[in-house]
């Protein structure tokens, strides 16, 4: 080989590769700042996992695609060596990494590397079958995902050349002792007549060498130009991956008077955003449950990162400027560039306020994504800036925010009334009982809304009967925030958590029961962000503990409609891993078939309340709860199995919509539980 030609290729694209990932990078530098350098262990762990081990990848969903690159991950890891050794051989002829040759590491990795050589020729005739005859609804057929494959595939066919002409013209190569690839591409070659003699042999010897290298060294400069890019930033992507609680917003900081209150223009996102947007591999896996996609609503969570990577690059030159100087600290000078702007607009413009008051948080697409992109934190930023900065928010909005801001609940219904759902019952106020073991915080549905307030009132029987030591706020309960904050008006919402907090600190709440996963979620993952933590646990945990305590022998054979099926709530169980409590009470029950929806735990559909989307109007594309009643009913269950308030109002307006109410019932496992008893 020649090692002139061998020097000028690797440095004329090694020099453009810096290029162009410079040019990718620098940008990041006039986004926002975001730590994530913290507990560098769990974040080598979670690469461990999640990048080498490509769990994400190997989860029941969909697996065939899943395996396919698990195969090319791991072939290209291995293989990526034998290219440089490859390259270094340009230069002299018996070149090997330190280590390798015909010791026993080096033939073992020969050896390792003809396999997974097969590995990656085989992942890339999967995936191009499966994307071309057998295309999952969640991926897009894009010539650009065709070209790559196959460019992969062409790599590994010329590196097989270069192996196999190798060892016809050094007959007693050390490697051929394991190189079974390169071996049987040898027998096959010279059963065609090639010998080491043969001219053609080392023509295809420097075909297989330079073109392998051309091939690699091409793809590798491709890359920051297309959506393959998540092959350098996966891994730094994953070990700066998001460690705050599942369930957990980002925390706006109002203190610090240069904050930015959510995101309107690109550079308002922090640099991790920047990163991930590079990172998408636009496989789809976020929008194979979305609620709101499948619905036809104007959002995919894909697409939203899609087209903000898009306007990223489009705003690359003026960015990369905008970097220099603030690399040079000159932050007013940064600032007048990015002013310089003047094509489209992130918000409302490249995102439509559509899409971003269509999502219902519900989780899937981060849960899903194995690139441990932050879709809701990057969705709700923008809310924040349209509720904050522009107060441009669908007007039925309107009166939920006056509601929360005058009253402490969305539906502005006079909190002097807050606590009549109890009156009779017996309950007491911490005033009333100051040694209270549980504060059962009963949420604005439980106490306002007719069908949930019967809940609370199950509630309240099953722990009066269990003998559990609770009191109940009543009039001085006060909304948890939890909607405010996931519709973008944070600085309500940490007006409310603040004002809660000083009130659970006054009457000395050390444990909290609710029925309401959204106020859960948030008193159990959010209200630490503010320093203070509680025992919080969901009314069906709590019944779970008392059957195991067996202060509940099982109650009569329950009468309900027929069948039961268990709509798992995104809020308690993708947020809160819940999914296998609720059903043990259903089981519990005598006389309960519990079946199960297709879309189920964590791969469960949304009821369509979530992120606020319960006081807002659904105009586009079919109705969520529709959606979502219709798959449980055609399980063949007759009652529905709720332990959510939002879900069971969703549920029961879409059966009511149907006219199904004589057919088909829904219910809390609270009052399925109870009626049992009272049975
Ligand atoms: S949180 Fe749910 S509704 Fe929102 S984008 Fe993700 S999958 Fe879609
Ligand atoms: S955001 Fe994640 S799940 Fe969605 S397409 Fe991109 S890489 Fe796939």
Redesign the pocket.
Known sequence: MNPAAMGLLLFVSLTLFTFSVTRRFLPLFVMQPDNRLDNKRERAISVLKLFFGQLRFLRPFERVHGIAHVMIFWGAVVVTLSTVQMAGRGFSADFHLPGFGDSRVGLTYVFLKDLFTLSIMAGCTMAFVNRVFFRPARMILSAEALVILNWIFWMMVMDLLYESTLFILVPDHPEAHAAFLGVFGKNILMGMGLTADSPITSQMHAVGCWGHLILGLSFLNYLPYCKQFHEVTSLPSIFMRSLKKKGALTLQDRENEDAIFGVGKIEDFSWKRGLDMYSCAECGR??A?????LTDKP?S?MA?IMDEREHLKKKTNLMCRAALHQVKKEPEKARAVLEEWSGEELVGGVISDETIW?????????ANCPLMIE??DN?IDMRRHLVQVESRFPGELKQCFKGFENLSNPWSLASNTRGDWFKGLGVQTPEENPDFEYLFYVGCAGSFDDRYKKVSRALVGLMQKAGVNFACLGNDEMCCGETARRLGNEYLAQHMINFNLEMFDSIGVKKIVTACPHCFNTFKNEYPQFGKTFQVIHHTELIRQLTRKRVFAAGKKFSGKGPVVYHDSCYLGRYNDLYDIPRDIARFIPGVKLLEAERRERTSF?CGAG?GRMWMEEKIGKRINTERFEQLFATGARTIATACPYCMIMLDDAMKEKGMEEEVEIMDLAQMMLRSFED
């Open positions: 976020c929008r449950n979305c609620p709101a996609h959002l969570p939203v269509a999502c219902t948080t519900c989780g899937h697409c981060v879709h809701v969705i949304c992120g």
